[in-house]
């Protein structure tokens, strides 16, 4: 789950996570502050005690987790008792405990921040594949979804459930497998998702029926998500902050346009030769990636400095050669207890987390609404053949380039806006635009899609506004959530990612119905007009985020300092 924050803030300029929190992700794959605290006869510290296997004195200092007591609640602020320490100051602090921390060494390539750019370009690429594997095994059986409801003889709905199983995996998995990766690695986790991604991929073109098309589906969505929550984090784990431009482009093309791709791919292949050849060639390609998972070499800093320790430890039989991460480690059974509880806390307890996350789940949304709709607008309406109505989604992807190449601008919209001090409701200014921009994009989209005797170049014109729009509202929208609370920020994206991938994947079960039944122009409309309802949101958070956060024990407490204001000073974190 911690790499989940590394992962957002990739696409954010600059970035919204500060180097020390960042270095606290890498290092102990822990959010919250560091506090101190002398609670010796914590149930927490007697498990880490035991399990170093080392005697240490009832009076020294350990470290706590603020955001804790016990397993999955939240601290309150009147129990935020000690002192707040930095990665660095805790190392110095355990030293003279008697410990002997384990660190990179520096020159030595022990630090995958210090490999080659050959090496981190393999990484980068490589796993930038992996998620291109899951987007496109998320939208490319959408190719041809009529071919298995007329051999199996079922109904639409239930061919449907293929993609809405796959899709739930996707806020599934990551509540467990990102736990694990922080214990296994990310390679391991890696090579085991995507063999069983693989593997659950193979019954689908030899199905004889429709339960075995939808039931391994789903396992082969919760597998597919393992790449979702790590990629991130493996590129975050390689390069610098300075270094991330060019790595950050492919990656977020991969993530963004390749759900687009799937139609495109999928369509010919079902065209020209059957439902079932989509899913052989989903098949060989996500084999290949399996393949490339075995050469990817473990970029995780915690696992790495964990191997180097134990090989100290039994070289030298000095057992406190130690890592940081090692010393404060959490149970996994609480760390497993953190990861699935505590991002429905905030869900239910965070107005930011749950309006922002109402608001991006309604983007996603449209994403795979698209799949759908096209086919309605274009092969039913106009005609065209399955082929060609993947070739529209070209579209979609100009328009997300497009809003690619305006980021820094909004680098220069941001300065500006803080320039007096950082503070998260600065982050708004895009998703306001996009706020605009998309019901817009829908209105257009409902009365060109509508009728054949409107050239097809209006949808796509709306269709490329809508790719435009999304990117706009959905970096704007995750920054910010980041922003407002950088001490949880994996908490906060795992709420966000959990409820997004499963409103998004109840999509197909209902789409077919509301455009043909409804009628496409109507449908459109009110997609458009609740597009228009929400709206607002952003509006309103600019306006009274920062008394919200104010009133929240997780939020940042960053106060907007205007121009001409008396006492001017870098607003500060608490």
């Not at 749950?354 to 607008?377: E, G, N, Q, R």
């Amino acid at each position: 789950m911690a790499s989940e924050p590394i992962e957002a803030a990739l696409f954010t300029r600059p970035p919204a996570l500060t180097a020390e929190q960042e270095e606290q992700y890498r290092t102990l794959e822990r959010e919250g502050p560091l506090i101190l605290s002398d609670d010796s006869a914590s149930p927490t510290q007697v498990s880490r005690r035991s399990s170093l296997l080392i005697t240490r004195t009832p009076t020294h200092q350990t470290l706590q987790r603020v955001s804790t007591r016990g397993s999955t609640a939240f601290v309150k602020p009147e129990a935020k008792e000690g002192v707040r320490v930095t990665v660095n100051q805790l190392a110095e602090i355990h030293r003279k405990e008697g410990f002997k921390i384990v660190e990179f060494d520096k020159g030595t390539s022990e630090d995958p921040r210090e490999w080659g750019n050959g090496k981190k370009w393999f990484v980068t690429v490589s796993t930038s594949l992996l998620c291109l594997a899951v987007a496109l095994g998320s939208s490319i059986i959408t190719g041809d979804m009529t071919g298995p409801t007329k051999e199996f003889g079922t109904t639409q709905e239930i061919t449907n459930l293929t993609v809405t199983c796959f899709v739930i995996g996707f806020g599934i998995g990551p509540l467990f497998l990102a736990p694990l990766s922080e214990v296994l690695g990310r390679t391991v986790i890696y090579s085991i998702s995507l063999f069983l991604f693989f593997i659950f991929t193979l019954p689908a073109p030899l199905s004889k029926n429709i339960a075995t098309l939808v039931v391994t589906r789903q396992i082969a969505g919760i597998a597919a998500s393992a790449p979702v929550c790590n990629v991130g984090g493996s590129i975050a784990d390689v390069w610098e902050v300075k270094d991330r431009g060019a790595p950050m482009a492919l990656f977020s093309g991969t993530l963004f346009i390749g759900p687009c791709l799937g139609p495109m791919i999928g369509g010919w292949i079902g065209e020209r030769a059957g439902w079932r050849w989509i899913y052989w060639v989903l098949f060989i390609f996500v084999g290949a990636c399996w393949v490339l998972t075995l050469f990817i070499p473990e970029t995780l800093a915690p696992v790495l400095l964990r191997r180097k320790a134990e090989k100290l430890r039994k070289d030298t039989g000095d057992d406190t050669y130690q890592t940081l991460e090692e010393l404060e480690r959490l149970p996994f059974s609480e760390t497993l207890k953190i990861a699935l509880v505590r991002p429905l806390v905030m869900l239910f307890t965070e107005p930011i987390v749950i309006f922002m996350s109402i608001y991006l789940s309604f983007v996603y949304s449209l994403l795979y609404l698209m799949f759908f709709a096209f086919p309605i607008a274009f092969a039913e309406i106009r005609g065209w053949g399955e082929g060609l109505t993947g070739i529209a989604f070209v579209s979609i992807m100009l328009g997300i380039f497009l809003a690619g190449c305006l980021v820094p601008i909004n680098e220069k919209v941001y300065a500006k806006a803080t320039r007096n001090g950082q503070y998260p409701e600065a982050r708004l200014y895009p998703m306001m635009w996009g706020a605009f921009l998309m019901p817009a994009a829908l209105f257009m989209f409902a009365f060109t899609g509508a009728y054949a005797h409107v050239h097809w170049i209006g949808v796509c014109i709306s269709a490329a506004v809508f790719g435009f729009a999304m990117i706009m509202l959905y970096v704007s929208a995750n920054s910010y959530i980041i922003d407002s609370y950088s001490s949880f920020a994996a908490t906060a994206m795992a709420a966000k990612t959990l409820l997004r991938s499963e409103i998004g994947a109840m999509v197909p079960l209902f789409v077919n119905q509301m455009f043909h039944h409804m009628g496409f122009q109507y449908a459109g409309l009110l997609l458009a007009l609740i597009a228009t309802a929400i709206a607002p949101i952003p509006f309103v958070f600019y306006r009274y985020g920062e008394s919200i956060r104010l009133r929240s024990k997780r939020a940042a407490k960053d106060k907007r300092v205007r121009d001409g204001a008396d006492g001017v000073s870098t607003p500060e974190k608490v």
